[in-house]
């Protein structure tokens, strides 16, 4: 099992540039979730998904956007990067409500 | 706002010493408590959770979980260099489907 998995590793971004973030998990896990890490701070959830078709709303989902098709699949869409959005964002599953596995994350570089 | 706050440090202890690293939580209806641990550059891993009052103990760590002060902490016996890291606390309500709030984490060095 390759666990979650994500991809871009790193990307830089001009101000008011579009991209989607992969992320897949092959461990049938239903919930799946977005998280941005921003330097010395913990983790931020963006959007989180309860299964295929569900998506929600975490802590601070301005300026994304989610789509839950597959169990799998859970991409996050970047609209008209802007500099705040400079950060780590870590894609993580869990086959329940607990103990969460995080993917190796992608850092993103707004300019 | 469920807040959740742990002493960014960073802490330093000697090579096998007792690391002792707490967190209080906010939200009185918070029911699963997890650690965290990061290294530079990587993701988290999950060390341990708990949900109940009391101790738990896995290997050289300890998880210690006091519900009415609110309050939550790990200890790691016999401190290694490895265990150099940041380690993220992390607390679900019972309603939130998942949701895990998260701590801004505590920098731990174990110096030989």
């Known amino acids: 099992n390759a666990g979650v998995t994500q991809t871009p590793k790193f990307r830089i971004l001009k101000i008011g540039q579009s991209m989607t973030l992969q992320c897949t998990q092959d461990?049938?896990?239903?919930?799946m979730y977005w998280y941005r890490q921003d330097p010395g701070m913990g983790l931020k959830l963006i959007y989180y998904?309860?299964?295929?078709?569900?998506?929600d709303k975490g802590e601070v989902p301005n300026g994304y956007n989610v789509s839950r098709s597959t169990t799998e699949d859970f991409p996050l869409r970047l609209e008209l990067a802007a500099p705040s959005q400079t950060s780590v964002y870590f894609c993580?599953?869990?086959?329940?409500?607990?103990?969460?596995?995080f993917g190796p994350g992608t850092r993103l570089t707004v300019l | 706002q469920k807040e959740v706050e742990q002493n960014s440090g960073p802490l330093s202890v000697p090579e096998g010493a007792i690391a002792s690293l707490n967190c209080t939580y906010s939200?009185?209806?918070?029911?699963?408590f997890f650690w965290y641990r990061q290294y530079s550059g990587k993701s988290p891993e999950l060390i341990m959770f708990?949900?109940?009052?009391g101790d738990k103990e896995d290997g050289r760590f300890t998880a210690q979980l006091n519900k009415a002060s609110q309050y939550v902490s790990l200890l790691i016996r016999d401190s290694q260099p490895s265990d150099s890291a940041t380690y993220l606390c992390?607390?679900?309500?019972?309603?939130?489907?998942?949701?895990?709030?998260f701590g801004q984490g505590t920098i731990l060095t174990v110096h030989p």
């Open positions: 461990m049938n896990h239903n919930y």
């Open positions: 992390a607390v679900r309500s019972g309603t939130s489907y998942g949701k895990l709030t």
């Open positions: 939200d009185r209806g918070s029911q699963s």
């Open positions: 708990i949900y109940s009052n």
């Open positions: 998904s309860v299964g295929a078709g569900i998506t």
């Open positions: 993580a599953s869990s086959p329940g409500p607990d103990t969460q596995y």
